[in-house]
């Protein structure tokens, strides 16, 4: 019997520590032996949104004990590792330097081989590790930092299909929350209040509905939802304006991924048609109900990752580690930290006011 790879991986591109070794069985099947996830909530929650300088602070107070904690909750021993896979980018430049240095370091005392992972490709395979599936996917990647369909075609082959051309989901919800004084981050707090109120009450703009492919825009509705709130008096029109905005962001998803499909079918023509939805905002159920809906209605299979392989997480980054160590794709320990790091380098910039569609 073959030794199988030992993987460890560490994120720290935004405000979640995280690190996690897998290894696979014999069949190929993945397997997470631990996956420790340290959230920052509390470090951000005063002001309101995370604050960089204060997120790297935290990674580095508590990066040696994970990796610690990380390795002693796997059962293994530090010499078993085959190889370290660090997050790069895309992500706040001060978080990411911690992980990568640190990996880098690991791996160089251990003298195995380093993987430098882009995070995006991390939460694309990130079901792969408890879902048999193959390529092509359709990915819809939904979180505070995100938004996204990926066309997942093979390792490091990857089509966007669609992005935000500003705000992200998690963040729409997040800002929403915040005008309607809820604490950061919000965005499940939304889903709570929006149970208890009437989701036709305000009529709330729908951004590059109408064009656009499955491109995205949230800012929109920012702006006014800032109008009504200002004038919200009673929580019932809270309740409301929460439904409202959660209704709104609902059927703009369900138009962008009927046309996500169509792409995705055009351009692959696959034997098997997979959905999968990935990132905090993937928790939401009203979300979740819509898009299990359209899968059935368009025959596609749905997977949702369980949410702490859903959130950023380190078990993805050791995924693609993993997927890569088998490959002998390894990068040298000078290999930079990426801000922006796009999976579709083809794809073109769509950030800013500047997009015309
Ligand atoms: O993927 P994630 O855990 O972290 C990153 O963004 O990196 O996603 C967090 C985002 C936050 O914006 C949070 O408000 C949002 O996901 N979120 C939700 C829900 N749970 C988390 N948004 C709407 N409904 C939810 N139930
Ligand atoms: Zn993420």
């Known amino acids: ?22 290894t696979e069985n014999e069949q190929g099947i993945p397997i997470v032996l631990s996956n420790i996830i340290s959230s920052q909530v509390d470090v951000h929650k005063e002001f309101g949104g995370v604050v960089p300088e204060l997120a790297a602070r935290s990674h580095i107070e508590k990066i040696d004990w994970i990796v610690q904690k990380a390795i002693d909750d796997s059962g293994r021993k530090i010499e078993e590792i085959d190889a370290i896979a660090s997050t790069a980018g895309p992500g706040l430049i001060v978080c990411l330097s911690i992980g990568l240095s640190f990996g880098k370091a690991f791996a160089s005392t251990l003298n195995k ?23 092509p996917y359709l990915v819809l990647l939904i979180s505070g930092g995100h938004s996204q369909f990926l066309s997942v075609n093979d390792l490091g082959k990857y089509t966007r299909l669609g992005t935000t051309i500003d705000d992200a989901l998690g963040e729409a919800f997040d800002k929403t929350a915040k005008l309607l004084g809820i604490e950061f981050p919000g965005g499940p707090q939304i889903e709570v209040l929006a149970k208890k109120g009437d989701p036709n009450k305000y009529e709330l703009p729908k951004p590059i509905f109408n064009k656009g492919g499955c491109n995205l825009s949230f800012a929109g509705l920012k702006t006014a939802i800032l109008k009504i709130a200002k004038n919200i008096k009673t929580d019932q029109e809270k309740f409301d304006l929460a439904a409202s905005f959660q209704k709104t962001v609902t059927e703009i998803l369900y138009k962008k991924t009927k046309i996500a499909f169509s792409e995705f079918e055009k351009q692959n023509n696959p034997k098997e048609k997979i959905f999968v939805v990935a990132g905090g905002v993937a ?28 959130g950023d997480n380190a078990a993805m980054i050791a995924m693609v580690g993993l997927e890569k ?3 002998n794709q390894f990068d ?17 910039f769509l950030k800013g006011a500047g997009v015309k569609f």
Not at 126 to 132: I, Q, V, Y
Not at 333 to 345: G, I, S, V
């Open 1 to 22: 019997m073959n030794k199988k790879p030992l993987i460890l991986g560490i994120e720290t591109s935004c405000d979640e520590t995280a690190v996690s070794l897998i």
């Open 113 to 135: 081989p380093f993987i430098a992972v882009n995070h995006l490709e991390g939460h694309a395979l990130s079901p792969k590790l408890n879902s048999e599936l193959n390529y």
């Open 283 to 310: 928790a939401n159920q009203s979300i979740r109900d819509m898009l299990i809906n359209l899968c059935n209605e368009k025959s596609y299979r749905s997977i949702f990752p369980p949410i702490e392989l859903c």
């Open 325 to 327: 160590f088998k490959l």
């Open 332 to 348: 040298n320990l000078d290999h930079p930290a990426k801000p922006r790091w796009p999976l579709d380098e083809k794809a073109a």
